[in-house]
């Protein structure tokens, strides 16, 4: 049976967070790879405006999947940990409902929608005919409510601090067979309009029916758990204007941010060619690998986050945010600085004039060491029940770049569509960090986040620039880079580690010795 601990050791949040986030950072190496290589079987298998063509039209499709997901997923985490923390199961499966319910009416309704106005819609964005835009766009919609679900299910079962489900089926079982599919189709010279796309879209399907199955079952659990003295389950109307009070703000600005990923290879392709869209996807995917690893400690910390702030624990947040923010820096700078410090032969990869992007590669990973190095702001705003806040400033950063993006396209083309997205960077995280500091007095920049910032400036941002001092570095200088700055930088890391706070790791092996009362979904 569960119980709510009145208090916990000060350090209890964070060997959770190191042990889940380990976990996660496991299935994101390998969701990456996958990713990773997805993007280069598109960019070998077919010309590059055929990739730019699937590149524009999946972007168009995780669009339509953010607005059909409503903000849910944050709101799920919110109320289920809050409701877990606070003793109250009979209120879980009214608001998995109250939330459920919309987002597959909402992204049927834009499947639907979709399907029918696709003609018009490629009309509008190309300026000329673009042949094999609508099947391709047609075929990807059809999964919008199927993948709204399976986000929905998911993002709900790390309410009950589960990640086995998101590792399991979105980072190995969704991301590898999307992997085989794309490979298969291009193996066989299939159509880039059609058989990609749905290559693509289809293991949505079975990851979705599997998410929910799993959702049941934890949500009976933990109704069992409150033992026979509980009380009744509370109805849906009591949990609908609470929850979407809190989601609704949320809904907009998952919105805004996805938008703001991926508008501009929409707008790419119409102002400035497929080809272009392909060359930015190409250049920013680099990003997107390190964007994963602050992407499985968020998804590690929400919870616990919640529930500390839930119960005014101010201190343990903070206490978190900082050492989670530690732990960002020391798993993404050196990433950021390999893929700045080596652009051109990363970019080679993709084939033949992939290597044009450098420039576009360099500056958004030099940014990202700004966005790292501020946390993840959004998810502390979240946790601590400001939507509306974080709203606001998804609106902003969304303005900003799609305004820049419809300046600069037209003349700058994908340097233009970096430098928008540089923009909204900056805006929504310093904006955020701003917030946090003036009304909680939380901040990111504990000793653990300088330390880990100086190391990996030490092992890879200096070498470096004094390897670019000398001659213009290909792939050997690359890996020389790589592989010695890793060994000075783990051996520097481990000497440091009650600084950086890695000891918490050591909650792994205790973890699997508390005994048969612990289970795991």
Known sequence: MATVTP????????????????LNLLGVAVAAIASFGLNIVVTRGWSMADAGLFFAATSAFM????AARLGTGIGSVYFISRYRALGQPERIRASVLVGLLPVLLVGALLSIAGWLLTPQIVQLTFAEPVPGAVPALRALLLFVPVAALCDFAL???????????????????????????????????????TALPLAWALPYLPAAIVAMIWLALLVRR???SAGPDRR????????????WRYSGPRALSGLAQMVVQRLDIVLLGALRGLSEAALYTAATRFLALGQLSGQALSTAVQHRLA?????????????????????????AWPAYLLFASFAGPMLALFGSGYDAGRNVTVSLALMMLVATGCGMVDTVLNMAGKTTWTFYNALTGTVVNVVANVLLIPRHG???????????ILITNL???????????????????????????????????????????????????AVLGAGGYAAAAWRLRRVLQLDSLRTLRRGRRRGPARQEI
């Open 307 to 331: 529930e500390q702030l839930a119960r005014e624990d101010r201190a343990a947040a903070g206490r978190l945010y900082q050492a989670a923010t530690g732990w960002l820096v020391l798993l």
């Open 7 to 22: 208090a916990r050791a000060p350090d209890a949040g964070l060997g959770g967070a190191a042990r889940h986030g380990v």
């Open 431 to 481: 904006v955020p960090l701003a917030q946090l500091y003036r009304s909680f007095r939380l901040h990111p920049f504990g000793p653990g986040t300088l330390t880990a910032a100086g190391l990996a400036l030490a092992c890879f941002g200096v070498p470096s620039l004094v390897l670019h001092a000398v001659t213009e570095p290909g792939v050997v200088a690359l890996l020389v880079v």
């Open 63 to 66: 669009i339509a999947y953010a």
């Open 155 to 193: 993002t709900a079962c790390r309410g009950f601090g589960k990640m086995r489900p998101l590792l399991l089926i979105e980072r190995l079982g969704r991301t590898g067979l999307q992997l085989l599919g794309v490979a298969l189709a291009a193996l066989l010279g299939l159509s880039a309009t």
């Open 232 to 243: 009744s389950p509370v109805g849906w109307r009591e949990e609908f204007g609470p929850f």
């Open 414 to 424: 994908i340097m233009g569509a970096a430098i928008a997205w540089s923009a909204s």
């Open 222 to 224: 933990a109704e069992r």
